[in-house]
Nanobody, 124 residues
Framework: QLQLVESGGGLVQPGGSLRLSCAASGFTLDYYAIGWFRQAPGKEREGVSCISSSGSTTNYADSVKGRFTISRDNAKNTVYLQMNSLEPEDTAVYYC?????????????????WGQGTQVTVSS
């Protein structure tokens, strides 16, 4: 059974950092593009970042460019999202999703499998 599990969320002060992990089980991530999405209270879920199956191509939402970095370790079947210079506006539940395709996109309708999410709260 294909499963994605996010971890690494928590409470952090503005300007702080967190690293989220998305671990896959039941399948190998080698052939999947992976996206990170987030949903803040009262808002629609939005794309944050994505990475191609090989890791050679990445995309970022304008709001996180220069602060977030996505990476993957296919040997560990895990994708990471390093989040630096966090702002209160980054507070949301963060989800990872898998797409059985080489290229990645930031539109959620293109993703087939989703994790349960991890809460990130940025507050002083």
């Amino acid at each position: 059974q294909l499963q994605l599990v996010e971890s690494g969320g928590g409470l952090v002060q503005p300007g702080g950092s967190l690293r989220l992990s998305c671990a896959a089980s039941g399948f190998t991530l080698d052939y999947y593009a992976i996206g990170w999405f987030r949903q803040a209270p009262g808002k629609e879920r939005e794309g944050v970042s994505c990475i191609s199956s090989s890791g050679s191509t990445t995309n970022y939402a304008d709001s996180v460019k220069g602060r977030f970095t996505i990476s993957r370790d296919n040997a560990k079947n895990t994708v990471y999202l390093q989040m630096n210079s966090l702002e209160p506006e980054d507070t949301a539940v963060y989800y990872c999703a898998a797409r059985l395709f080489r290229l990645c996109v930031l539109s959620q309708q293109n993703y087939d499998s989703w994790g349960q999410g991890t809460q990130v709260t940025v507050s002083s």
